[in-house]
C-alpha cells in the first residue's frame, strides 16, 4: 500500500500532505490523554514491532503479497490517537532510510496507512466490544474483525486520491475493483496477526491492551441515597507491576522478525505494486529521492551477502524506530504530566 512518487499528482499530493499534518497534530494533542504511565513506555515498541512485521510479506494470490498495515493493532494496544502517530513515524522511517513509499507521497500514505486504517478499525473495534460479551475472547475476536475491515478501507481511500489526482487515465472501476479485491485477502493476514499479537499481549498484562480498558460494568457506591461510580482501580498487584518484561519481549520479537523471519517473506509485488503493474497506473512513477541511501530497499549497502544485508537493515530499522518513536511519545507525556501539574496548582478564579 506504500504509494510511490509519481501516483498521484502535485497538487493531490500537498492538499493530501495538508490533511496528513492535521491529523498528526489532533493525534499529537489527543494523545496525551491516552500516553499514560502504561501506554508511553510502549508506544515505542509498538511502532517497531510493526515496522518489523510489515517487512513479513505473505502470498495471497498468484503472483500477489501483502502485509500488515497496522492501524489496528496500533489502535487496539495504545489508542487512536497514539496509533496514528505509530503508523506515521514507521512511514517516516520507511520513506526517508529504505526509499519505500514516496517523500512526495508521504501525506498520501498516512492518510491511507495510518489515519483511515486506525479511524475504520477503532470505529468497528468499540463498536463490536459494546455489543459483545465482557471478555478477552470478544476483545481479540472484535480485533480481528476491525483489521480485516480497515485494509480494504485504505484501498477504498486510495482510490478516491486516484480518481481525484491520479497521473495516468485508468478507467476507476478497474482500479477499484483489483484494489478492494486483493486488499480483502491482505486484509485477512492483517486481522489473523492483529488478533494474534492483541490476544497474546492481552493474554499476560491485559491493563496494558487500550482496547480491553474499562468494558466492565464500574463498581457503584451509594452516596447521600445516590448511586455514583465508585473511582477507578487498577486491580491489585498490576499496579506495581513493570512494563519492562513485556517491553524487552517486544523487541526481541521485533528483532528477530526483521532481523531472521524477514529474509523468508514473499518476494512477490505486494497489492498495490501488482495492481498498478496490472492496470497500468504506474506508468508515470518517478524515482525515489532517496534512492540511493545506503539502506535503500531493505538491504545494506556494500553488503553482498543477501541474507546478512537484510538482516542488517530490519535491525537498522527496528532500532532507528523505536529510538524515534519512544523520542515522540516521550515527549507528548511529558507535556501531559506538564499539564496535568498546571492543573492542579492553577487558583480558582474568584
Known amino acids: 500500500m506504500h504509494v510511490p512518487d509519481g501516483f498521484i499528482d502535485a497538487p493531490v499530493s500537498l492538499a493530501a500532505g495538508v490533511v496528513a499534518a492535521g491529523a498528526v497534530a489532533v493525534s499529537l494533542r ?10 508511553a513506555p510502549l508506544a515505542g515498541l509498538v511502532a517497531a514491532f510493526i515496522f518489523a512485521v510489515q517487512m513479513l510479506n505473505f502470498p495471497v494470490a498468484a503472483g500477489t503479497s501483502g502485509h500488515l498495515l497496522g ?17 506515521s513515524v514507521v512511514l517516516l522511517m520507511q520513506g526517508v532510510l529504505f526509499a519505500d513509499g514516496g517523500l512526495t507521497a508521504l501525506g498520501v500514505n498516512v492518510v ?26 470478544s476483545v481479540t475476536g472484535a480485533a480481528f474483525v476491525a483489521a480485516l475491515l480497515s485494509v480494504p478501507a485504505a484501498a477504498a481511500a486510495f ?4 480518481a481525484i489526482g491520479g497521473t495516468t487515465d485508468v478507467p476507476l472501476s478497474k482500479v477499484f475493483g483489483a484494489m478492494v479485491g486483493v486488499h480483502v485477502l491482505i486484509g485477512i493476514g492483517e486481522a489473523a496477526i492483529t488478533a494474534a499479537t492483541v490476544g497474546a499481549v492481552i493474554a499476560v498484562r491485559p491493563d496494558l491492551v487500550h482496547g480491553a ?19 477507578a ?23 528477530a522478525l526483521a532481523g531472521f523471519v524477514s529474509f523468508y517473506a514473499s518476494s512477490s509485488p505486494d497489492g498495490l505494486e501488482k495492481v ?18 545506503p539502506l535503500a ?17 530490519g535491525v537498522i530499522g527496528v532500532g532507528a524506530t523505536v529510538v524515534v518513536g519512544t523520542g515522540v511519545f516521550w515527549t507528548v507525556r511529558r507535556r501531559r504530566s506538564a499539564d496535568l501539574t498546571a492543573s492542579s496548582t492553577a487558583v480558582p478564579a474568584a
Open 213 to 231: 480498558r474499562g468494558l466492565s460494568a464500574p463498581l457503584k457506591l451509594r452516596v447521600h441515597g445516590e448511586l455514583v461510580d465508585a473511582p
Open 30 to 39: 489527543g494523545a496525551r490523554r491516552e500516553l499514560d504511565e502504561r501506554a
Open 276 to 293: 498498478a503493474a496490472d492496470k497500468g497506473i504506474d506508468q508515470k512513477v518517478t524515482d525515489h529521492a532517496a534512492a540511493d541511501s
Open 159 to 162: 482510490t478516491l486520491i486516484y
Open 297 to 313: 530497499d531493505y538491504g545494506v549497502k556494500d553488503v553482498t551477502d543477501a541474507r546478512l544485508s537484510g538482516g542488517l537493515a
Open 71 to 87: 492501524g489496528a493493532l496500533a489502535a487496539i494496544l495504545v489508542g487512536p490517537y497514539t496509533g496514528v502517530l505509530c503508523v
Open 233 to 255: 482501580a487498577v486491580p491489585v498487584g498490576l499496579a506495581a507491576r513493570s512494563t519492562k518484561p513485556v517491553w524487552i519481549t517486544g523487541l526481541v520479537a521485533a528483532l
Open 112 to 137: 491511507n496507512m495510518a489515519v483511515v486504517t486506525v479511524v475504520v478499525a477503532y470505529a468497528v473495534f468499540r463498536a463490536l466490544v459494546k455489543l459483545l460479551p465482557d471478555s478477552r475472547r
